[in-house]
């Protein structure tokens, strides 16, 4: 099993920063690929952001490129998400996501085997 659990989420203004940080526990030697992914009110929860877990390659949604980064410590165990430039259809639960398998693409949520609990990200306009 692995536990995922996320922080730093809030509210911030139109062009404004925030970092999220997902903290990993449990058999993190079994993971393949972490990402993040979001969920808006009355959407479907949608690709954000991967990372594979043993040579950092990462992997972004269109509608984030140039804006976040996602990156590891694989001493702490952690992911975050740099968000810069955020914009009012950036704001929903983002969620950590970790996968210890191959199979299913990197980019849907039904690849992915443990789930953090979410964080808020609200951005003002």
């Known amino acids: 099993q692995v536990q995922l659990v996320e922080s730093g989420g809030g509210l911030v203004q139109a062009g404004g920063s925030l970092r999220l940080s997902c903290a990993a526990s449990g058999r993190t030697f079994s993971v393949y690929n972490m990402g993040w992914f979001r969920q808006a009110p009355g959407k479907e929860r949608e690709f954000v952001a991967a990372i594979r877990w043993t040579d950092g390659n990462t992997y972004y949604a269109d509608s984030v490129k140039g804006r976040f980064t996602i990156s590891r410590d694989n001493v702490k165990n952690t992911v975050d998400l740099q968000m810069n430039s955020l914009k009012p259809e950036d704001t929903a639960v983002y969620y950590c996501?970790?996968?210890?398998?191959?199979?299913?693409?990197?980019?849907?949520?039904?690849?992915?085997?443990?789930w953090g609990q979410g964080t808020q990200v609200t951005v003002s306009s």
């Open positions: 996501a970790g996968r210890v398998t191959y199979a299913g693409s990197k980019y849907r949520s039904d690849a992915y085997d443990y």
